[in-house]
């Protein structure tokens, strides 16, 4: 037993367990709208930002001194006032920001409450539907993936592609499957006024959100929902596109071969993925860290409570997902653009 390991192993333990805790913080002070006070104020007292947010200045007393341990906030011992560092604010409070982290923490705490239900189906093999984890989950997700949306979709991927951007100039039919709550759909729509865009997504909740966000966006006229899953969805496109879901369907190979029938002539897949590498040792770092986790809390056991239960994971890599396309009969498939998260692969029959 090399006792300096055992410590090094708890220490690093005890670091994860501050993390977990850190995470939930994280909602609360975006919850109470703490480090938008924050953003705004400069350095405070624990009672003036309390004052600010019309909450109990003890709780947030501890709650401070938790963020500034955690290194989230600068804490000066002389002047007994705590600052929110500008680099962190963009973190913690622009959601327009592709270094948005907000929606990571509420999703992946909301993630975690499926602990129980996770359990009990490593024992079954029955998987957890994405339907039946708690709705934050739902919501922090999108916020999660709507930063990186915003930042690269239509300035990089949508170029990216061979003679799609043209098409959505012009006019062109867009079915975004396994939508949610339609970030990419109105993303798309608010860039391409001239194409109609259909978002299709089997949780009938998320889609009523998404025609509510529609609606609030002003793309409703061209932009439509509806309940369906992505081997039923109808309709021929011009262009179809998944974002960050193929790896959570039970039959990936099947959905794949729906969207070739639903494909117009010269029509074109866009399939956005987690980005990782073919063989677990090259995922084996922070990134890789977050992506199997949650694939383990959810993508995982989503495929699995499905029919067929594929389960490619959050961190397939793109020669998983380049045999997929090519059982569904895909046979031109290219990278088109990446980044360091994202893969984006072009298909065409």
Known sequence: MDQNKLEDFVHKALGDIGSALTASLVVV???????????????????????????????VREWLAAQAAAGYVDYDAK?????????????LTDEESPAC??????????????????TEAFRTGKGVGWHEHDP??????????????????????????????????????VADIGCGHGASTIILAKAYPRSTFVGFDYHAPSIE????????????????????????????????????????MGDPVGAAAHVRQALGRDGTWMLVEPRAGDEVQENLNPVGRLFYSVSTLVCTQASLAQEVGAALGAQAGEARLRGVLTQAGFSH??????????LILEARP
């Open 136 to 173: 934050e989950l739902f919501v922090g997700v999108e916020r999660f993936f709507r930063p990186g949306y915003n930042a690269n979709l239509v300035s990089a991927w949508i170029p990216a592609l061979e003679g799609v951007e043209a098409k959505l100039k012009a006019g062109a039919r």
């Open 333 to 342: 498939i290219r990278r088109a653009a990446d980044t360091p998260f994202n």
């Open 79 to 91: 002047t007994g006032r705590y600052t929110l560092p500008a680099e962190h604010a963009v973190a």
């Open 29 to 59: 002070g975006d919850k109470l709208g703490l480090y938008r006070a924050m953003a705004a104020a400069g350095p405070v007292t624990s009672g003036e930002l309390a004052a600010r947010t019309d909450t109990v200045e003890r709780c």
């Open 209 to 248: 959100q998404a025609r509510e966000r529609a609606a609030a966006a002003g793309v409703s006229d061209r932009t439509h929902f509806e309940v369906a899953s992505a081997k039923s969805f109808p309709g021929t496109y011009d262009l179809v596109a998944f974002f960050d879901c193929l790896h959570d």
């Open 101 to 118: 982290v907000l929606g990571g923490f509420q999703g992946m705490t909301a993630a975690m409450r499926a602990a129980p239900k996770v």
